[in-house]
């Protein structure tokens, strides 16, 4: 059997460790490593490391997760 995904309208935005989102400022349990200067975001599936220029998608349920950003530009298309 094949099956298609279901378009879905998520936020998102590229982390360069300036300007972020306030969905981001509020998440818990996020945790900033100073010597690589990686995110380490927990997700469903576990915790993901994010790196500077990494996209950060925020899903239809809340959750956060890093996107790199070849897929990301494969993956997704700017509505606004």
Request: proline fraction near 8%; hydrophobic fraction near 40%.
């Amino acid at each position: 059997m094949k099956f298609k995904k279901r378009p879905v309208v998520v936020e998102a935005f590229q982390w360069m460790k300036d300007e972020v989102p306030s969905w981001w400022r509020d998440a818990k349990g996020i945790q900033i490593e100073v010597e690589t200067g990686c995110a380490i975001i927990p997700t469903l599936e576990g915790d993901h490391r994010a790196q500077p220029g990494d996209w950060i998608i925020q899903g239809v349920k809340g959750e956060l997760y890093p996107c790199k950003p070849d897929i990301f530009e494969v993956t997704y298309e700017h509505l606004e």
